[in-house]
T-cell receptor, first 113, second 113 residues
Framework: DTAVSQTPKYLVTQMGNDKSIKCEQNLGHDTMYWYKQDSKKFLKIMFS???????INETVPNRFSPKSPDKAHLNLHINSLELGDSAVYFC????????????FGSGTRLTVV | GNSVTQMEGPVTLSEEAFLTINCTYTATGYPSLFWYVQYPGEGLQLLLKATKADDKGSNKGFEATYRKETTSFHLEKGSVQVSDSAVYFCALGPKAAGNKLTFGGGTRVLVKP
Protein backbone atom coordinates (compact mmCIF):
# COMPACT_ATOMS: atom_id res chain seq x y z
CA ASP A 1 0.00 0.00 0.00
CA THR A 2 1.47 3.28 -1.11
CA ALA A 3 1.45 5.85 1.70
CA VAL A 4 1.65 9.00 -0.44
CA SER A 5 0.80 8.51 -4.08
CA GLN A 6 1.12 11.05 -6.87
CA THR A 7 -0.16 10.83 -10.39
CA PRO A 8 1.08 11.03 -13.02
CA LYS A 9 4.71 10.05 -12.50
CA TYR A 10 5.76 11.72 -15.76
CA LEU A 11 4.08 14.59 -17.55
CA VAL A 12 5.27 16.04 -20.84
CA THR A 13 3.26 18.94 -22.18
CA GLN A 14 3.49 21.99 -24.40
CA MET A 15 3.86 25.57 -23.27
CA GLY A 16 0.57 27.27 -22.58
CA ASN A 17 -1.28 24.12 -21.57
CA ASP A 18 -3.05 23.58 -18.25
CA LYS A 19 -2.27 20.46 -16.25
CA SER A 20 -3.02 18.92 -12.86
CA ILE A 21 -1.06 16.66 -10.55
CA LYS A 22 -2.95 14.62 -8.00
CA CYS A 23 -1.80 13.54 -4.55
CA GLU A 24 -3.40 11.23 -2.04
CA GLN A 25 -2.20 9.96 1.33
CA ASN A 26 -3.60 7.06 3.34
CA LEU A 27 -1.63 7.73 6.53
CA GLY A 28 -4.31 9.71 8.31
CA HIS A 29 -2.05 12.76 8.37
CA ASP A 30 -3.51 16.22 8.89
CA THR A 31 -1.02 18.19 6.83
CA MET A 32 0.01 17.99 3.20
CA TYR A 33 2.62 19.85 1.16
CA TRP A 34 3.87 20.52 -2.33
CA TYR A 35 7.58 20.93 -2.96
CA LYS A 36 9.38 21.75 -6.19
CA GLN A 37 12.79 20.24 -6.90
CA ASP A 38 14.88 21.91 -9.56
CA SER A 39 17.56 20.40 -11.77
CA LYS A 40 20.19 21.00 -9.08
CA LYS A 41 18.11 19.01 -6.57
CA PHE A 42 17.23 22.10 -4.56
CA LEU A 43 13.89 21.66 -2.75
CA LYS A 44 11.54 24.59 -2.33
CA ILE A 45 8.24 24.57 -0.47
CA MET A 46 5.29 25.77 -2.51
CA PHE A 47 2.20 25.16 -0.40
CA SER A 48 1.04 23.47 2.75
CA UNK A 49 -2.43 22.63 3.96
CA UNK A 50 -3.48 21.66 7.45
CA UNK A 51 -6.94 20.13 7.69
CA UNK A 52 -7.83 21.61 4.30
CA UNK A 53 -6.73 25.09 5.38
CA UNK A 54 -3.96 26.81 3.44
CA UNK A 55 -1.04 27.50 5.78
CA ILE A 56 1.90 28.22 3.51
CA ASN A 57 1.72 29.92 0.15
CA GLU A 58 5.28 30.77 -0.79
CA THR A 59 6.18 33.10 -3.59
CA VAL A 60 4.66 31.03 -6.33
CA PRO A 61 3.09 32.41 -9.53
CA ASN A 62 -0.68 32.66 -9.51
CA ARG A 63 -0.71 30.10 -12.29
CA PHE A 64 -0.19 27.48 -9.57
CA SER A 65 -3.30 26.69 -7.56
CA PRO A 66 -3.55 23.98 -4.93
CA LYS A 67 -6.84 22.35 -4.05
CA SER A 68 -7.56 20.20 -1.03
CA PRO A 69 -11.00 18.60 -1.23
CA ASP A 70 -10.35 16.69 2.00
CA LYS A 71 -7.51 15.92 4.40
CA ALA A 72 -6.29 13.00 2.32
CA HIS A 73 -5.94 14.84 -0.98
CA LEU A 74 -3.95 17.81 -2.20
CA ASN A 75 -3.95 18.45 -5.92
CA LEU A 76 -1.87 20.97 -7.83
CA HIS A 77 -3.23 22.71 -10.90
CA ILE A 78 -0.97 24.69 -13.17
CA ASN A 79 -2.27 27.10 -15.79
CA SER A 80 -0.45 28.40 -18.85
CA LEU A 81 2.61 26.24 -18.39
CA GLU A 82 6.02 27.78 -19.06
CA LEU A 83 9.39 26.23 -19.83
CA GLY A 84 10.65 27.25 -16.37
CA ASP A 85 7.99 25.11 -14.71
CA SER A 86 9.89 21.99 -15.76
CA ALA A 87 10.94 20.28 -12.53
CA VAL A 88 10.07 17.41 -10.25
CA TYR A 89 7.12 18.12 -7.98
CA PHE A 90 6.83 16.25 -4.70
CA CYS A 91 3.80 15.86 -2.53
CA UNK A 92 4.32 15.08 1.15
CA UNK A 93 2.28 14.64 4.29
CA UNK A 94 2.86 14.75 8.02
CA UNK A 95 1.16 14.69 11.36
CA UNK A 96 -0.09 18.13 12.27
CA UNK A 97 3.08 19.34 13.96
CA UNK A 98 5.47 17.86 11.41
CA UNK A 99 8.00 17.18 14.16
CA UNK A 100 8.13 13.50 13.21
CA UNK A 101 9.10 14.33 9.65
CA UNK A 102 7.33 14.10 6.36
CA UNK A 103 6.40 11.18 4.14
CA PHE A 104 7.05 11.98 0.49
CA GLY A 105 5.46 10.74 -2.68
CA SER A 106 7.67 9.46 -5.48
CA GLY A 107 7.42 12.67 -7.45
CA THR A 108 6.01 13.91 -10.74
CA ARG A 109 8.55 14.87 -13.37
CA LEU A 110 7.04 17.70 -15.39
CA THR A 111 8.65 18.60 -18.70
CA VAL A 112 7.34 21.59 -20.60
CA VAL A 113 8.36 21.72 -24.26
CA GLY B 1 14.78 32.68 9.78
CA ASN B 2 15.65 29.00 9.77
CA SER B 3 18.37 27.77 7.44
CA VAL B 4 20.40 24.63 6.80
CA THR B 5 23.86 24.47 5.28
CA GLN B 6 25.36 21.22 4.13
CA MET B 7 28.52 20.43 2.28
CA GLU B 8 28.35 20.54 -1.46
CA GLY B 9 29.04 17.44 -3.42
CA PRO B 10 29.59 15.35 -5.20
CA VAL B 11 31.37 13.19 -2.69
CA THR B 12 33.04 10.24 -4.37
CA LEU B 13 34.16 7.30 -2.26
CA SER B 14 35.31 3.75 -2.66
CA GLU B 15 33.28 0.93 -1.19
CA GLU B 16 33.92 0.36 2.54
CA ALA B 17 35.20 3.92 3.00
CA PHE B 18 34.01 6.18 5.84
CA LEU B 19 31.43 8.78 4.94
CA THR B 20 30.81 12.10 6.65
CA ILE B 21 28.41 14.75 5.39
CA ASN B 22 28.50 17.98 7.35
CA CYS B 23 25.30 19.82 8.23
CA THR B 24 24.89 22.97 10.29
CA TYR B 25 21.74 24.90 11.00
CA THR B 26 20.41 28.23 12.16
CA ALA B 27 17.17 28.25 14.11
CA THR B 28 15.46 29.65 17.14
CA GLY B 29 14.60 27.19 19.84
CA TYR B 30 15.20 23.48 19.50
CA PRO B 31 13.76 22.11 16.30
CA SER B 32 13.80 18.47 15.26
CA LEU B 33 16.53 17.55 12.80
CA PHE B 34 16.36 15.04 9.98
CA TRP B 35 18.36 13.35 7.27
CA TYR B 36 16.54 12.31 4.13
CA VAL B 37 17.92 10.21 1.29
CA GLN B 38 16.90 10.35 -2.37
CA TYR B 39 17.92 7.42 -4.53
CA PRO B 40 18.07 7.99 -8.30
CA GLY B 41 14.62 8.48 -9.80
CA GLU B 42 12.85 8.21 -6.46
CA GLY B 43 11.27 10.43 -3.83
CA LEU B 44 12.79 11.38 -0.50
CA GLN B 45 12.89 8.84 2.29
CA LEU B 46 13.40 9.63 5.93
CA LEU B 47 16.76 8.17 6.93
CA LEU B 48 16.97 9.24 10.56
CA LYS B 49 15.94 11.96 12.96
CA ALA B 50 16.71 13.50 16.33
CA THR B 51 14.27 15.56 18.33
CA LYS B 52 16.42 17.10 21.06
CA ALA B 53 19.99 18.00 21.92
CA ASP B 54 22.42 15.08 22.28
CA ASP B 55 19.96 12.66 20.68
CA LYS B 56 21.56 10.27 18.23
CA GLY B 57 19.53 9.13 15.26
CA SER B 58 20.56 5.93 13.51
CA ASN B 59 19.35 3.74 10.68
CA LYS B 60 20.91 1.40 8.10
CA GLY B 61 24.39 1.98 9.54
CA PHE B 62 24.05 5.77 9.34
CA GLU B 63 24.28 7.94 12.45
CA ALA B 64 23.91 11.60 13.31
CA THR B 65 24.03 13.38 16.67
CA TYR B 66 22.12 16.56 17.47
CA ARG B 67 24.80 18.98 18.71
CA LYS B 68 23.24 22.11 20.12
CA GLU B 69 26.54 23.72 21.06
CA THR B 70 27.83 23.58 17.49
CA THR B 71 24.37 23.69 15.82
CA SER B 72 25.33 20.65 13.80
CA PHE B 73 23.87 17.32 12.73
CA HIS B 74 26.59 15.60 10.72
CA LEU B 75 25.79 12.32 9.00
CA GLU B 76 28.27 9.44 9.25
CA LYS B 77 28.57 5.88 8.06
CA GLY B 78 31.51 3.67 8.82
CA SER B 79 31.58 1.53 5.68
CA VAL B 80 29.63 2.60 2.62
CA GLN B 81 28.31 0.35 -0.11
CA VAL B 82 27.60 1.03 -3.77
CA SER B 83 23.89 0.98 -2.87
CA ASP B 84 24.43 4.07 -0.66
CA SER B 85 24.92 6.19 -3.78
CA ALA B 86 22.22 8.82 -3.51
CA VAL B 87 21.55 12.46 -2.66
CA TYR B 88 21.37 13.18 1.07
CA PHE B 89 19.42 16.10 2.51
CA CYS B 90 19.71 17.56 5.96
CA ALA B 91 16.51 19.21 7.17
CA LEU B 92 15.24 21.34 10.04
CA GLY B 93 11.81 20.56 11.40
CA PRO B 94 8.81 22.88 11.58
CA LYS B 95 7.56 24.36 14.81
CA ALA B 96 3.86 24.54 14.11
CA ALA B 97 1.25 22.70 12.12
CA GLY B 98 1.69 23.22 8.42
CA ASN B 99 5.01 25.00 8.73
CA LYS B 100 7.69 23.93 6.37
CA LEU B 101 10.56 21.51 6.70
CA THR B 102 13.65 23.51 5.75
CA PHE B 103 16.09 21.57 3.59
CA GLY B 104 19.75 21.98 2.90
CA GLY B 105 20.92 21.97 -0.69
CA GLY B 106 21.59 18.22 -0.79
CA THR B 107 24.87 16.32 -1.11
CA ARG B 108 25.32 13.80 -3.87
CA VAL B 109 27.30 10.74 -2.81
CA LEU B 110 28.78 8.34 -5.33
CA VAL B 111 30.25 5.09 -4.09
CA LYS B 112 32.46 3.21 -6.53
CA PRO B 113 33.16 -0.52 -6.33
Amino acid sequence: DTAVSQTPKYLVTQMGNDKSIKCEQNLGHDTMYWYKQDSKKFLKIMFSYNNKELIINETVPNRFSPKSPDKAHLNLHINSLELGDSAVYFCASSQASGTEGYTFGSGTRLTVV
Amino acid sequence: GNSVTQMEGPVTLSEEAFLTINCTYTATGYPSLFWYVQYPGEGLQLLLKATKADDKGSNKGFEATYRKETTSFHLEKGSVQVSDSAVYFCALGPKAAGNKLTFGGGTRVLVKP
